[in-house]
């Protein structure tokens, strides 16, 4: 089945430091790819996407490209701020359209 | 992008009791939800789909006649913890489908999550 791993966290950077948190996934055919965060004590948001390959999502500083040689779908910002502190979870979806997430990394980042 | 809410945000319950958790999607009419669990400092774990009109499908290893699911209209399912014990505190939420904004539903928009306290 479709599986997803994300880099083990916490992740801990100082404001505007550069952030990479690695995915890859395993699936067949063609997913979308998603990144979500999850800020202290509430639920998921849709932080970026990509449906294809070679496309780039794009949010909030945030990006992420849709890399299908290599299944990997990387997060990225060029400078994180304190308010990035949160768990971000990596996710695929196939053609059932139910999300296959990753177990999340914890970004933490100090002033 | 489309908006989830839960109903209530947390509660806490004596064991034995019943409790019932809201889900919403307020802009958009969502034939299918899904709700989660979500255990401190872990992933998010599938529990069931719901299915307007029709009968929720469970996860393996998901009991169906403890976490009691109704799709009652395109905008709400509800999630019904019956006879709750400690051991079912945790976190759940609800994510729905949007099919209307031009896409082809596969992207997934969570509500904030429920924090549920069995004493």
């Known amino acids: 089945g479709d599986s997803v791993t994300q880099m083990e966290g916490p992740v801990t950077l100082s404001e505007e430091a550069f952030l990479t948190i690695n995915c890859t996934y395993t699936a067949t055919g063609y997913p979308s790819l998603f990144w979500y965060v999850q800020y202290p004590g509430e639920g998921l948001q849709l932080l970026l996407k990509a449906t294809k390959a070679d496309d780039k999502g794009s949010n909030k500083g945030f990006e992420a490209t849709y890399r299908k040689e290599t299944t990997s779908f990387h997060l990225e910002k060029g400078s994180v701020q304190v308010s990035d502190s949160a768990v971000y979870f990596c996710?695929?979806?196939?053609?059932?359209?139910?999300?296959?997430f990753g177990r999340g990394t914890s970004l933490i980042v100090h002033p | 992008g489309a908006v989830v809410s839960q109903h209530p945000s947390r509660v806490i319950c004596k064991s034995g009791t019943s409790v019932k958790i809201e889900c919403r999607s307020l802009d958009f009419q969502a034939t299918t939800m899904f709700w989660y669990r979500q255990f401190p400092k872990q992933s998010l774990m599938l529990m069931a789909t719901?299915?307007?009109?029709?009968?929720?499908?469970?996860e393996q290893g998901v009991e169906k006649d403890k976490f009691l699911i109704n799709h009652a209209s395109l905008t709400l399912s509800t999630l019904t913890v019956t006879s709750a014990h400690p051991e079912d505190s945790s976190f759940y939420i609800c994510s729905a489908r949007d099919f209307t904004s031009g896409g082809k539903g596969e992207t997934q928009y969570f509500g904030p999550g429920t924090r549920l306290l069995v004493l």
């Open positions: 719901s299915n307007e009109g029709s009968k929720a499908t469970y």
């Open positions: 996710a695929i979806s196939g053609g059932s359209y139910i999300p296959t």
